[in-house]
């Protein structure tokens, strides 16, 4: 039996007309607009469940599975850019947010909210594949906000609704890297800016790091299991970055020790985040500048290279 109706959470009534059913677009290419029932938002064919202000606007045959991230983001330290920072590091301006509708997809722990509520925009659209979202929305509660679960490749938005949207080291983990930037840039508007920054690029640590992950498949073992094993290791690693054998793992890998990361002497929690980052995560491709470029050719934007990432602007 259907909960009594309620009124809609204001949070989602900001942004209602502005969203768009993800299956029916998936399937036929339609915007079909979302509509509130009193219980959770729903198109005439499909529904979709509301928790707290979080809508999980997935595909309806996603909505209940579990990602491997959602008990591992918990777990990773949390340092906040700055604005001034992330701006060099993306190759933005502040005037190019203010009183902008931004979506920033892939939202992890929230460490890039402040930052750019900072900049004055006039509404910020966060989204994860995550359900781990739904306690980032408790601690924040500015009115500018709105959380929402969905997949970056199915985007559960109107063509041309924001000004700039940000993939901050999340377009890589996606299931297709190529559909979730053409999906980022259909809900900009002409002139918007599609900004990917932190890309898994193709190196040689990276590269040892995919084939370690398809090796041991942690990922798909009990999670338990999956944990201790990597603390074990990330304690030996450590180990070696504080005595400086970390150069000799990077040249000949030593039996039982994954590759974790290559920046010598930080501490066990720094290499233990790495660790759950790499190997607990599914969805990890590597991708080149060649690849972020021709994507930008083949949708008709503007590319520049940023000092890290890359800027796409919608003709």
């Keep these: ?155 559960p938005f109107a063509s041309g609704t924001f000004d700039i949207a940000l993939s901050m080291g999340c377009i890589q983990h996606t299931r297709s890297p190529e559909l979730a930037a053409q999906e980022m840039m259909r809900v900009l508007r002409s002139g918007g800016k599609l900004n990917i920054a932190n890309l898994y690029s193709r190196n040689e640590h990276n590269q040892r790091i995919s084939m370690l992950r398809h090796k041991y498949r942690l990922h798909e073992i009990a999670r338990d299991k999956a944990k201790a094993f990597l603390r074990r290791n990330a304690m030996l690693y450590t180990i070696l970055a504080m005595t400086g054998l970390w150069r000799l793992h990077r040249r000949f890998p030593f039996p039982g020790i994954l590759q974790y990361s290559n920046l010598p002497k930080q501490s066990f929690s720094f290499y233990l985040a790495n660790a759950e980052d790499y190997y607990l995560a599914f969805y990890r491709h590597l991708t080149s500048e060649a690849e972020v470029r021709f994507w930008a050719d083949r949708l008709g934007g503007g590319y520049d290279r940023t000092p890290k990432g890359h800027l796409i602007t919608k003709r």
């Design 1 to 155: 039996m259907d909960a009594a109706p309620k009124e809609m959470p204001a949070r989602l009534q900001a942004v209602l007309p502005w969203l768009i059913c993800p299956q029916t677009w998936a399937r036929s290419g339609r915007e079909i607009p979302l509509q509130w029932d009193g219980v959770r938002l729903r198109s005439s064919a499909f529904e979709y469940v509301v928790t707290g202000e979080v809508a999980n606007l997935r595909l309806p045959f996603d909505q209940q599975s579990a990602t491997s991230y959602d008990d591992i983001l918990g777990d990773f330290p949390v340092v906040e850019p700055s604005a001034a920072q992330v701006l060099t590091a993306t190759g933005m301006q502040a005037a190019d947010f203010k009183d902008t509708k931004v979506l920033l997809v892939g939202t992890a722990q929230g460490i890039d909210i402040n930052w750019i509520l900072s900049l004055q925009p006039r509404a910020l659209v966060c989204l994860d594949y995550s359900t781990f979202i739904e306690q980032v929305a408790q601690r924040n509660d500015d009115g500018r906000l709105t959380f929402l679960v969905g997949d970056a490749c199915d985007l």
